[in-house]
């Protein structure tokens, strides 16, 4: 590996450990970028996994003090990101490469449509339902859902978190966003754990990402906390854009 390529690799792993904690979606910047350096397709997904732990670790840690007081609540959920990330590496490993590419763009489109209205929608669960912001028996299984899409590519899997959690829970944009840190840290440890033992990995690639997602874990928390939430809101919808654009070119 030339001295450039590491360059790139690291770059792209700094960026990848501040969106994701921002927004999501960071594997998008990391896996193109693993696979233009002449990456196979399933060493690129299993390597970025595993590098980007400790970035996702970072960043759900950053938002510490949005969790305070809400530890239950955040294990429960963690056991569903948990089941669900077991459930997407079992995919990966069976599954044909290409087995997602036309209903990933569709489940971004979505979850970047419930960031976009969830005002909106909650306002008028809350008046339809007495003060209960929909039905939160619910949040589990959507939970587990993206877990599993988590598990299997990773990419985009925050917009989606905040998105089922945005419609379904009455919390401040914050504090789902530190749920989203969070849970994808769990998705990402779980996978990655297991793609260690069977699955093919650039240990090297691995190392540089984990090094520069750190990082940029960090500097993601120290931005994403002082945005307002109208503007986070912005910045997760063009975001979300962004990707679906991304995932439509390259699939």
Known sequence: ???WEIALIAVAGLWAGTINTVVGSGTLVTFPVLVALGFPPVTATTSNAIGLITGT???AYGYREELRGHGRRLVR???ASLFGAIGGTVLLLSLPADAFETIVPV?????VLLVAVQPLLTKRLRDRDTGSTGHPWLLYPLIFLVGVYGGYFTAAQGIMLVGVMGLLLD??????????????AVVNLVAGAIYAVVAP?????VLILAISSTVGGLLGARIGRKLSPVVLRVVIVVIGVVAIVDLLLTS
């Open 1 to 3: 590996m030339t001295w």
């Open 57 to 59: 670790i970072t960043g």
């Open 201 to 205: 990995i650039d240990w090297t690639v």
């Open 77 to 79: 959920y963690g056991i």
């Open 171 to 184: 919390d401040p944009l914050q504090r789902l966003n530190a749920f989203k840190n969070a849970l994808a």
């Open 107 to 111: 489940l971004v489109a979505a979850a």
